[in-house]
């Protein structure tokens, strides 16, 4: 091992040890040519120069100037060669530089070649040799405002076409997906706090799906959603339910209860009142999975009972689930309700997990099954635009089954939004059949995850009964007649019903809660404070003084304090503030240079902070202590 070689391995091991042995460990088994031309080193690999024959500088710093760079820019370097658009980042990104590199062989001579460490060793630098790494690195840098490129040279996208194409696609999907739950975060955090809190007297009743883990093991269970093939099996369905497990969404349980069939399960997740799926139907036989935030309305039907899946990859469920002491390993979830259906059947033992009516697009021009509560919408392709259009074949139908608002007018832009966003939204993905069909980009999105679900857990058998929609690897393609052929009757459909919550440690804990608000209220008010002084005085000099930038230090710091320790002390602050702190993180980040009034738009984001700090913890206190005395 030569000098370069040490110093690279030895920066990389201060941020990545695991891939810093991998690095040291790989044999080259295929070494690539290094060759000095036009005064410049390159490397020949697979037949291919990696970098351009005349000016491999030059080409480097023409893809970088080509893409904006800011501080919240995530450069995406496809790649590594010789290292020259690596290193033209690493000298220039105003934001984060990700080196994304599968191939060892090229790693390891780039590694024997070049000295790196310098460029390594930054804190906005990020070596990822797997998709898994470079989504985690994507994803500590993701903000509501990231401006993510992918940046390579023209040979690289030639030696693996394939490759690239498909890591853009996956890269596009994970980057609007985390742009998706920083949006969820910023957006949802608190009316979802306040939507738990509003819950927790129901709450202590509902006790967690895990409480009656595995009591239909072995048996087999039925998703069916509202897709349009869930018409041609409904009467399978009903000829076999004493078979089954029947779980079914909420968009699908008019269908199925229109053929005189009573599921096991209702699973609804929504935090918006979606209701209108279940109105006037006897749920009394039903029982109801769903989120600890999900809309209080739910409960005002009457389940047979109601089970919390609280999802572990919402942060905002850890206050719950700390509260009652529930681990959540189990509680899956990706954001759509069929996923949710489909953990609930594993966690509850069912060894074949069945899908009915999950098209995940578009059949025929059929958005749903035509019993479900979106049966008014169909795709078809408008010849005057010359593409593809989901409309409402009844306009004022959709918009009534969309939103139970009094108001007509808030009903019909709900629903013309919701047409909008499925019209903006439309896709094409790969059919059981093999041909591209209609689909929306969020059904698209679904595909991937419930795949990858199978993989996770190999002991059960996967069966997607739908033969016309998506293709979903990981499922076996069968009628559901025949996937249901060798299941046989369950005789004990009567669940245990021995769970308690520990009131009086709930109890406690929200007090908790609220006592750490109260400390962290005062510190706001010093916070608050802070800002007036600040603002008083940059009136006074009306100028960048000493004194100015002394003064916006201490407010800083002070912010900084609060923000971080504060979350860290009770989650429940680091819920409500999440979405000044996001702005005003970006703010901050972006901040070139002190100007009055770069400055002044500091000051303005941290008084918005505190103040909407102090307006939500008097309005979450105030819940707390209204739970506290519902409770006692």
């Known amino acids: 091992m030569n000098n370069i070689f040490l ?99 090229i790693l390891k001579i780039a590694f024997t070649l070049v000295d790196f460490s310098n460029d390594i060793l930054k804190n906005n630098v990020f070596i990822a040799d797997n998709i898994q790494k470079a989504s985690d690195y994507i994803y500590k840098k993701s903000n509501t405002k990231n401006s993510p490129y992918m940046l390579t040279t023209s040979a690289y996208r030639e030696l693996g076409a394939k490759d690239f194409d498909e890591l853009v696609e996956k890269l596009q999907r994970m980057i609007g997906s985390f742009g998706l739950d920083l949006r969820y975060t910023k957006e949802k955090f608190y009316p979802l706090l306040k939507f738990t809190l509003t819950n927790i007297p129901n709450l202590v009743k509902e006790p967690p799906l895990c409480s009656i883990k595995d009591f239909y093991k072995g048996k087999t269970a039925v998703v069916a959603s509202a897709g349009p093939t869930l018409d041609r099996d409904i009467e399978v369905i009903k000829k076999n339910r004493d078979k089954i497990v029947l779980f079914v969404v909420g968009t699908a349980m008019k269908a199925i209860v229109k053929h005189g069939i009573t599921p096991d399960f209702l699973c609804i997740i929504e935090s918006y009142d979606s209701s209108k799926q279940i109105e006037g139907l006897d749920l009394s036989e039903v029982n109801l999975i769903t989120e600890p935030f999900s809309h209080p309305n739910y409960r005002k039907f009457n389940f047979k009972k109601i089970y919390s899946h609280i999802s572990s990859n919402l942060p905002l469920n850890a206050f719950w689930a700390g509260l009652i002491n529930e681990n959540t390993e189990d509680y899956l979830s990706k954001g759509t309700v069929s996923y949710t259906a489909l953990n609930a059947a594993r966690i509850l033992g069912c060894s074949k997990i069945i899908f009915a009516g999950q098209d995940l697009a578009y059949l025929e021009g059929q958005c749903y099954s035509k019993d479900s509560a979106y049966k008014d919408l169909v795709c078809a392709f408008n010849k005057e635009k010359n593409k593809w259009e989901i409309t409402a074949k009844d306009f004022d139908k959709f918009a009534y089954a969309l939103n139970n608002s009094a108001d007509e007018e808030v009903r019909k832009k709900t629903a013309m939004r919701r047409l909008e966003n499925l019209n903006k939204s439309l896709y094409y993905v790969k059919s059981i059949k093999g041909e591209m069909i209609p689909t929306e980009s969020v059904y698209a999105a679904f595909i991937a995850p419930l795949s990858e679900y199978t993989e996770m857990y190999l002991d059960r058998e996967y069966i997607n009964a739908s033969l016309e929609g998506a293709q979903i690897d990981g499922f076996k393609n069968l009628p559901l007649e025949e996937a249901l052929k060798d299941s046989e009757t369950i005789t004990v459909r009567d669940l245990p ?123 979450v206190s105030g819940l707390i202590r209204k ?6």
Request: proline share 2%; charged share 25%; hydrophobic share 35%.
């Open 497 to 619: 019903d021995n769970y308690r919550f520990d009131i009086l440690s709930i109890i406690e804990g929200l007090k908790n809660y609220d006592a750490g608000l109260s400390s962290l209220l005062e510190r706001v008010h010093s916070g608050k404070q802070l800002i007036r002084s600040f603002n008083n005085d940059l009136k006074r000099y009306r100028s960048i003084t000493q004194e100015i930038l002394k003064s916006l230090k201490k407010i800083s710091s002070h912010y900084l304090e609060l923000s971080t320790e504060g979350a860290k002390q009770n989650l429940i602050f680091d819920f409500i503030t999440t979405a000044e702190r996001l702005e005003l993180d970006y703010e901050m980040k972006m901040m070139r240079e002190f100007t009055p009034e770069s400055v002044g738009r500091i000051s303005e984001k941290l008084a918005k902070y505190y103040e909407n700090a102090e307006t939500k913890i008097n309005t």
């Open 627 to 632: 739970t506290v005395g519902e409770l006692e």
């Open 7 to 105: 110093k690279n391995i030895s920066a990389l091991a201060q941020k990545d040890s695991e891939l810093a042995q991998k690095i040291t460990s790989h044999v080259v088994s295929e070494v690539p040519q290094l060759v000095q031309e036009n005064g410049f080193y390159n490397l020949i690999y697979k037949g291919l120069h990696l970098h351009h024959k005349e000016n491999p500088l030059g080409e480097a710093r023409e893809i970088f100037s080509q893409v904006e760079n800011t501080p919240v820019a995530i450069h995406v370097i496809y790649g590594i060669g010789l290292g020259y658009l690596f290193q033209v980042a690493c000298a220039n990104s105003l934001g984060t530089v990700i080196l994304y590199e599968t191939d060892l062989n």
